[in-house]
C-alpha cells in the first residue's frame, strides 16, 4: 500500500495553518486517533502531538495564526515530558542538590544538566506556570512516620473511638502542646522599593508554653505554662479540661513524655467515668488538628512588638482568648486535607 505524501506546512498562509490546527485537533476531540487525523490531512504524527500539546497547555489561543513567528522552543514535547517526571518522581536531594525543596535556580540547573540547555530563571518560571505548576508551600513529614500506620488510624482506630463516642455520649477532643519565643516575628510590613524596614523589639530572649484541646464543632480550651510541660502540668491541664464538663472526654494526644506519665496516668484511672487518652500513630502531628492552633495563634503574636515577657504572654492569651470566641474557625482546622478524618 503507497504512503501518502505529507504536505508542506511552509507553503502555508498564517490563517490556513490555524485552521488546519483548528481542524485537526478538533477531530482528535472528538474521538479520532491522532495517527488517523495525521494520516487524513498528511502532516507527520510528531506535528499533530505539538498541536495537541500547545492545546493541552495553552488553549485555543494557542493554535491560533501569530503574526511573527518566535524563536523555536529550547525544549521539545519529549523533554518537557522529562522534566516533569523528575520534578514528580524525584526530590531535588536525590539529583544532588543541596536543598529538599524545587526552586527556580534548581529547575534551570536541572535543564542545564539533563538537556544542556540554558534558560533564565523568568524563562523557566513562565514555563513552570504554563505547565500548571506554582509555588506552593509543602506540607512536611517526619521520614520515620509509618505510612501504614496512619493509614490504620484513619481508617480503622480512630473510627472505632468515633463511634464508641458517639454511643456513650462522649466528646471527642485533640490536644498538644506548643512554646513560643520572644525572637519569633513574622509578617510584612510596607516601605519604601530597595530600603528595608527595621522594626524595633526586645533583644532578650524568652517564652513560655502553651497546652490547648480542640473538637470538631469548634470547642477550644487552653492554658498557659511558665516552664517544661511535664506530667504534672499536663495533669493539671486535665483537671481543667474536665472540670464543669457533663460528658465523658475521649482526649487524643501524641506520644509525648508528659501524656504517659505516671501522675497522668493514676490521673485517668481514677476518673475513667469522665476522661479517657487515645493516642496518635508516632510522628504525625499532621493528623491532630490542635497543631494548627499553634500556627494561628503565632501568626498573630509574631506581629505584634513585645518588650517583656508580661507583655509577651498579655498578647498570647488575647490571640487564645479571641480563638476560643471564633468557634468556626477551630472547626476550620478539621476541614484542612490531612485532618479532614476527624471532621464528621
Not at 174 to 192: K, L, M, V
Not at 324 to 331: D, F, N, Y
Request: aromatic residues 10%.
Amino acid at each position: 500500500m503507497e504512503c501518502k505524501k505529507t504536505i508542506d506546512l511552509r507553503k502555508f498562509s498564517h490563517e490556513a495553518l490555524e485552521q488546519l490546527r483548528v481542524s485537526a485537533v478538533a477531530r482528535v476531540e472528538a474521538g479520532e486517533s491522532p495517527e488517523a487525523v495525521a494520516r487524513g490531512i498528511g502532516v507527520n504524527r510528531r506535528q499533530i502531538y505539538r498541536w495537541l500539546l500547545a492545546y493541552h497547555y495553552g488553549g485555543a489561543d494557542a493554535l491560533k495564526a501569530k503574526p511573527i513567528a518566535g524563536a523555536p522552543p529550547k525544549l521539545d514535547a519529549k523533554r518537557v515530558a522529562k522534566l516533569l517526571r523528575i520534578i514528580q518522581n524525584k526530590s531535588p536531594l536525590q539529583c544532588r542538590f543541596e536543598f529538599a525543596l524545587w526552586t527556580l535556580s534548581m529547575i534551570r540547573e536541572l535543564i542545564r544538566r539533563e538537556f544542556d540547555v540554558a534558560l533564565s530563571e523568568v524563562s523557566v518560571g513562565r514555563l513552570m506556570k504554563r505547565l500548571g505548576y506554582s509555588p506552593q508551600r509543602p506540607l512536611y513529614r517526619a521520614w520515620q512516620q509509618d505510612p501504614v500506620l496512619v493509614e490504620q488510624w484513619r481508617a480503622d482506630e480512630y473510627p472505632k473511638i468515633a463511634a464508641r463516642a458517639k454511643r456513650e455520649g462522649a466528646l471527642v477532643f485533640f490536644a498538644d502542646e506548643s512554646g513560643i519565643r520572644s525572637d519569633h516575628h513574622a509578617g510584612t510590613t510596607w516601605a519604601p522599593v530597595g530600603k528595608t524596614p527595621v522594626v524595633k523589639a526586645t533583644g532578650a530572649r524568652f517564652g513560655f508554653n502553651m497546652i490547648s484541646a480542640v473538637n470538631a464543632a469548634g470547642g477550644f480550651r487552653f492554658m498557659t505554662v511558665e516552664g517544661t510541660v511535664n506530667g504534672d502540668v499536663f495533669r493539671q491541664f486535665l483537671g481543667r479540661l474536665i472540670a464543669g464538663q457533663t460528658r465523658k472526654i475521649f482526649l487524643i494526644v501524641d506520644g509525648h513524655p508528659s501524656h504517659k506519665a505516671k501522675v497522668v496516668k493514676r490521673f485517668v484511672e481514677e476518673r475513667a467515668d469522665r476522661i479517657e487518652l487515645f493516642f496518635l500513630p508516632p510522628y504525625s502531628p499532621d493528623l491532630n488538628p490542635d497543631e494548627l492552633v499553634w500556627n494561628h495563634v503565632k501568626a498573630r503574636v509574631a506581629k505584634a512588638t513585645v518588650q517583656t515577657k508580661d507583655e509577651m504572654k498579655a498578647a498570647v492569651s488575647r490571640a487564645l482568648r479571641r480563638l476560643q470566641k471564633l468557634p468556626h474557625i477551630v472547626a476550620g482546622f478539621f476541614r484542612t486535607p490531612t485532618c479532614a478524618y476527624a471532621a464528621a
